[in-house]
Every structure is written in structure tokens, then in C-alpha cells.
């Protein structure tokens, strides 16, 4: 079962995506969207533009990203996945992260930086599954999609039997996590302002890794 702080684990896969500039000349809030586009939508072409990297190195990025995070359940669950779980957690983890809804509200010239503000509805899913993960109910849950499936709980003492049990271990908790990620569910409006930092030297704008951290953690909270 996913533990706290797998779950937190994942938030830092999330905020671990790069942190690239820009052309000084680029809207600040066009980059922001664009930035966070890439991340949660895949939609690389826009970002490509406002920093000159290729859409490969976003691309590449991002499959990196969903990457990490199977490879943090398989962690968790402490035995090899199938191709088949990798692939159903990497396709749900995806797709949750396409439902990202943010917009600029403004953004505005602070001493050489500038303040984007933005509106966003929180992906709630992660932050509802840490907040509901009660041990004895998950325990409850897994001894009945065992029966479900016909495992004799009164005789698991031949090796068939425990590696049967430990294969409905990982479909269980690889099916728990899919179904966590596919129940789609938002937060309440809210707004966030972060700092797009403006470097006259080097005549650039970027959002620094903790500040992204900070954005993105909003959108998808966990704690």
C-alpha cells in the first residue's frame, strides 16, 4: 500500500521537471502557462519556443517524470511489476495529470522581477487518498479482493498459495492506485502568485526550482 510518504514522493517527481529560461522579450505569464503545459498536459511546443529547447528534451523529460513515479510504487510495493502494471499506472498518472486547471489572472513588474498571479482548482485526488488512508479499512478492503479472487486465506501455506498471494498483493495495490488516480477530483478556486525571476545580465526569465515546486505542489497537493 502507498504510504504518506510515497505519496510526497510523488509531489517531488512532479517538481523535479525542468527549469529552463527564457528570452527576456517573453510574456512572463505566457511562460508560466507554457511551462506548466509541458508538465502536466504534454503540450511541449509552445515551451519549446519561449526557451529554444526541442520539443524531444520536453518530451523525454516528462516520459523521465511518469518513469519515476512507477518506478516509486514498484518501490513501495517491493516486488517487480508487469509490463502490464507499468504501463496501466503510467497511462493513469498521465491522464491525471492532463486535468491540471490553472490560468493567469495578472501578472505585474516587481522591483526586476515579476509577480504572476493564478487561478487554479487543485487536483485533490493524492492529498483525499493521504488524508483517508486508514490501515484497517486498506487491511479489510485487501482480504476481500482476495476472497473476491478465490484465495483460500485458511491454507496459505504451500508455495503456490504464497506466490499466488503475493501476486494478488501487488494486483491489489496496483489497482487501488489506478483506481485513486482515475477518480478525478478538484478543489475550490484559489489563486497563487509566484516569482518569474528577470536576470538583466544574462537578459532571461525563469522560475526557480523551489518556486515551480511550490506551484506545482498547489495544483496537485498531497499534504
Not at 477518480?183 to 523551489?210: A, L, N, Q, W
Amino acid at each position: 500500500m502507498l504510504k504518506k510518504k510515497r505519496l510526497a514522493l510523488i509531489a517531488i517527481i512532479i517538481s523535479s521537471f525542468m527549469v529552463l529560461t527564457a528570452c527576456s522579450s517573453i510574456d512572463p505569464s505566457s511562460y508560466v502557462v507554457n511551462q506548466l503545459d509541458a508538465l502536466f498536459k504534454a503540450e511541449f511546443e509552445a515551451a519549446s519556443e519561449d526557451t529554444g529547447d526541442s520539443v524531444e528534451r520536453y518530451q523525454q523529460e516528462r516520459e523521465e517524470m511518469l518513469n519515476a513515479f512507477v518506478h516509486e510504487v514498484e518501490r513501495e510495493v517491493g516486488l517487480a511489476l508487469t509490463d502490464e502494471h507499468r504501463e496501466s499506472l503510467m497511462d493513469a498518472f498521465d491522464s491525471l495529470l492532463r486535468q491540471a486547471q490553472y490560468e493567469v489572472v495578472s501578472h505585474e513588474r516587481v522591483d526586476d522581477n515579476y509577480e504572476v498571479t493564478l487561478r487554479i482548482r487543485p487536483i485533490m485526488n493524492l492529498l483525499e487518498a493521504n488524508e483517508n488512508m486508514d490501515e484497517a479499512e486498506m487491511e479489510a478492503a485487501m482480504l476481500a479482493y482476495f476472497l473476491d479472487r478465490g484465495f483460500d486465506l485458511e491454507n496459505p501455506d504451500g508455495t503456490e498459495d504464497l506466490e499466488e498471494l503475493m501476486a494478488l498483493v501487488v494486483d491489489f495495490t496496483i489497482d487501488t492506485m489506478i483506481a485513486v488516480l482515475e477518480d478525478v477530483s478538484h478543489g475550490e478556486e484559489e489563486e497563487i502568485t509566484v516569482t518569474v525571476i528577470r536576470d538583466t545580465d544574462e537578459r532571461v526569465i525563469y522560475m526557480s526550482e523551489p518556486e515551480l515546486e511550490r506551484l506545482t505542489l498547489a495544483i496537485m497537493p498531497v499534504q
